[in-house]
């Protein structure tokens, strides 16, 4: 089992959803960070339930930083993060031991783990996990603040509703770090509120398309071939529970386009040279070529919904119907914003890190 990511910024994480609680250990990060607490908790509250579009479980997310960091600033020695669980209701689950949910882990993980997985809330495998990583993510991202890249995402689409496309992509990054639900018209935010809130009334769940844009990255990023920046990326992005796609730039749309659409051109701005209008989304060759960064991760629905569903259950070998108990999102989409914002940085430090050694952040780029 692979708890852990990254070559010379790595992080692990472990927890279940009913367990004790989360622990994420940040390591090879350079020290002399400052810790702004007040920024950790405003990561994590992005990442929080919020009124009906959201579970109604609602998690203090007190996190206790036990090591790597002495008198506010990161010593460069692994930091350790602990949140606690403070509101479970197994009870709910008891089911669950037995019935697996389709479209949740249920089912793998018992195959897996021989039916010893704690199966209360999703265990391992519930999106309650990712808090702790939003944590870790968050000291990330302030590391790359110094250096003045920004990261921010927005949710492009939400059921059949879509949000503006980036414009001025230094006043939009920040205005959607100011938000809870992060779009850029207010208007298609409450189309998309409106549309949780139906598929919630009818017992069912939607996903949706996050588009991220990365600020101020270098030149020359990426460590082609198996380690090159779209790899690396996807790979952390792929590991956060619900997302099912990763594309760069244009992606799938570049295969319906000409090569003059897709190439942009480069320019020397400012005595540098620059892609312009360029769709690789900020990579060429596995590289990053001094442009945004950007790609999108489309959101599967829920999958735990209150609709009646075919499924079995596991011990008997019986097929049976069930229909959910617990409490759970009707979208995730607007939380898992939070937890790509925080692997985005993770991963931006490690590749930082691989390019210019752990004390990267002295380097000029
Ligand atoms: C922040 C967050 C919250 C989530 N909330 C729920 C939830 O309430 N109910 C649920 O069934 N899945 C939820 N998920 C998704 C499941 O954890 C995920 O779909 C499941 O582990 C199966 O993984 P897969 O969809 O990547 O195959 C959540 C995921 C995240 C990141």
Not at 96 to 118: C, E, I, L, N, W
Not at 134 to 147: E, H, P, Q, S, Y
Not at 204 to 230: H, K, Q, R, Y
Request: glycine letters at 12%; charged letters at 25%; one cysteine or more.
């Amino acid at each position: 089992m692979k708890s852990s990511f990254g070559q010379s910024v790595n992080i692990s994480i472990t927890g279940e959803s009913h367990g004790a609680g989360l622990v994420a250990v940040l390591s090879g990060l350079t020290p002399g960070i400052k810790i702004d607490e007040e920024y950790i908790r405003r990561c994590l509250s992005q990442r929080a339930p919020m009124g009906k579009i959201s579970t109604p479980r609602q998690e203090a997310d007190e996190f206790e930083i036990l090591s790597g960091v002495f008198e506010g600033f990161t010593t460069g020695t692994p930091i350790t993060i602990l949140i606690r669980n403070t509101n479970t209701k197994s009870k709910d689950y008891s089911e669950m031991a037995s019935t697996a949910r389709p479209g949740h882990a249920d089912f793998t993980a018992d195959v897996k783990y021989h039916g010893f997985q704690d199966y209360r809330g999703g265990g391992h495998f519930s999106g309650r996990i990712t808090a702790v990583l939003v944590a870790a993510g968050a000291i990330a991202r302030l590391a790359l603040k110094n250096k003045g890249i920004e990261i921010g995402t927005h949710i492009a689409k939400c059921g059949t509703v879509s949000d503006r496309a980036f414009e001025n992509a230094v006043d939009d990054i920040r205005t959607l770090n100011e938000k809870y639900f992060a779009v850029l018209s207010d208007e298609s935010a409450e189309a998309m509120q409106a549309e949780i809130l139906n598929a919630a009334d009818e017992g069912d769940s939607i996903g949706g398309v996050l588009e991220t844009a990365v600020l101020g990255l270098p030149a020359g990023l990426g460590e082609p071939w198996f380690d090159s920046m779209e790899s690396v990326l996807a790979h952390f992005l792929f590991s956060i529970p619900g997302i099912k796609g990763v594309e760069f730039g244009g992606g799938f749309a570049v295969a319906r386009m000409k090569g003059s659409q897709v190439n942009g051109s480069l320019r020397i701005e400012d005595g540098k040279i620059t892609p312009v209008n360029d769709l690789s989304g900020g990579v060429n060759g596995g590289i990053t070529n001094g442009d945004i960064l950007k790609f999108r991760c489309a959101v599967r629905p829920t999958p735990t919904i209150f609709k009646e569903q075919n499924t079995v259950d596991m011990k008997n070998l019986a097929d049976k119907t069930l229909s959910a108990k617990g409490r759970h999102d009707p979208a995730i989409v607007h939380r898992v914003r939070a937890v790509v914002d925080s692997a985005t940085a993770i991963t931006l430090c490690d590749m930082l890190a691989q390019r210019y050694g752990t004390d990267w952040a002295k380097e000029e780029f």
